[in-house]
């Protein structure tokens, strides 16, 4: 029943405006939350704190309370929760809108969190999937409404 009214309801500008953002800032944040991970797990690392001169090595380990915050934290937990709607969202798709994800949003090595005019822009995309700017843009917009009910916004 809940899964047929999410279908319904409309989505505002600003719901579909965030979902477009979790879509750019996914590879960073799963980047993020795989490197955090990796701290947590293996907490001691060889370091290399000397550049360019004789090798200095030490032992360091988090501090405890930095790992205590980064899982208690809604912030990273919301992130959590994001990148695993967008690969779920992703699973549910088509291909051609699959391909269209690739091509706009998650065409980067998440080395930063991109901003809008960091992306590539319509003619590119439509070139690569071969469809008009304007189905592209009509697929981008029912994507991204589906991401933005998924995320529960309005």
Sequence with gaps: MEVELLKFYRVSEEARNYARKVLRCHNYE???IKSIEESLRHPYRETDENIGGSHVSSN???Q???AERVWTNEE?????RHVEIVKN???DLSDDAVELLQARYLSDDGSKCRRPKDLPN????SNQIHLSEDACRKKDTAVVTMLARRLKLK
Excluded: D, G, R
Aim: hydrophobic fraction near 55%.
């Design 64 to 66: 405890e309370a930095e």
């Design 60 to 62: 360091i380990a988090p």
């Design 89 to 91: 969202l992703i699973e």
């Design 30 to 32: 799963a980047k993020q």
């Design 122 to 125: 319509w003619v590119k995309v």
């Design 76 to 80: 990273f937990l919301s992130t959590v």
